[in-house]
């Protein structure tokens, strides 16, 4: 007798996480081990952008070999001209999203609840990247914080305004400080969309194949929200980001 699709997903999610702790031993055996031992040898600024970096290239390396081939990534740059640091806003359907900040194209600093800085080995990565801890700084720390490393060190800073994983396909409401943080210093806003992980991880984690895309959309330049509030950017932001959602799911189908 053929086991029931229950038993099938369940089989898969086992072994998929398999190979997920396998990708991982291996990035930290041959990659982070390595870039952990050369840090005594360069300077803190370079430091901390290898400690970001094995964060980063981590996201993207497990999630290719875990999900090859029954898991499709895609991922499309539709402004690959633009390049500077800014601020980057998701979406946010699955515990999952996080990993795919692995394939942004550029260096870049994380907005975290408590719990990745629990994480061993990664926890203290995320420590040494100057990754915020959005539960710990308060918002005068984060802006001047921020303001440096998207102005003086050209890391953009990326974060999901809604806070917390939607519901429904649906985006929720969007909080403003990443937006109050681009209106402040006139930095670009690249909405970064996220589809498809909610089928793949469900909010059981609960690994099924499928298909995940990723689009990085083009930026929202300060010329073009000069003179706007912040919660103007917010809701013009939102916005844009929900009818492209809607037109490639659409598509999609």
Known sequence: M??????RVRLFSFLFYVRFVLATLIY?????????????FVTSAFRRKIWRNLIRFYGRFVIRAS??????????DLAPAEKSAGVVVANHRSGSDAFMFGMWPGDLVQIAGEW???????????????????????????????????LKHNVSVVGFPEGTRSVTREMGQFHG???????????????????????VVNRQFVVSPGSIRMYKLPAVSPEQFAGWTPFQLKVYVRNL???KIAELEKAGN
């Not at 915020?132 to 914080?145: C, K």
């Not at 400080?177 to 089928?199: D, M, N």
């Open 177 to 199: 400080s990443l937006f109050r943080l681009a209106a402040k210093i006139s930095c670009p806003v690249y909405p970064f969309i996220i589809l498809g992980t909610e089928i």
């Open 116 to 150: 990745p800085f629990k994480l061993p080995f990664f926890g203290v990565l995320a420590k040494c990247g100057g990754y915020y801890n959005i539960g710990r700084i308060g918002f005068d720390e984060f802006i001047r914080r921020a303001s440096d490393d998207i």
């Open 2 to 7: 053929d086991a029931s699709p229950g038993v």
């Open 241 to 243: 980001m929900a009818a």
């Open 28 to 40: 930290c055996v041959f990659i982070g081990i390595p870039g952990i031992l050369i840090m005594p």
């Open 67 to 76: 999900s090859f081939p029954f898991i499709k990534v895609e991922y499309h």
